[in-house]
């Protein structure tokens, strides 16, 4: 089992920037593809990057080239960096750990996923 903690979130004004961290404890952190996910008000939970047990990323188009997601297993950390923020990236950001990943593969379902943090709130004034 694996239990998830997020922090980094905060009110930021549009055009800056957040660094998202999350901190996994249990065992076997490696073999867990990790990704965020992102709830705004009123709005679905929605996928926003993921990485792979080798490493291998994937974004939502909406933030690519914005946002940068990274892995560090001997620390058992999963950071978001977020650039160039916009007020629609505003909601609460999810860490998620999924345990039947393939090496390179990265979901972008949220029902795949087995684990999940709490929750860091992100909001992004204009």
């Known amino acids: 089992q694996v239990q998830l903690v997020e922090s980094g979130g905060g009110l930021v004004q549009a055009g800056g920037s957040l660094r998202l961290s999350c901190a996994a404890s249990?065992?076997?952190?490696?073999?867990?593809?990790m990704g965020w996910f992102r709830q705004a008000p009123g709005k679905e939970r929605e996928f926003v990057a993921g990485?792979?047990?080798?490493?291998?990323?994937h974004c939502k188009d909406s933030v690519k080239g914005r946002f940068t997601i990274s892995r560090d297993n001997a620390k058992n950390t999963v950071d978001l960096q977020m650039n160039s923020l916009k007020p629609e990236d505003t909601g609460v950001y999810y860490c998620a750990a999924d345990s039947g990943a393939r090496h390179f593969g990265v979901s972008d379902n949220a029902y795949e996923y087995d684990y999940w943090g709490q929750g860091t709130q992100v909001t992004v004034s204009s």
């Open positions: 990485i792979s047990r080798m490493s291998t990323t």
């Open positions: 249990g065992r076997s952190f490696s073999n867990y593809a």
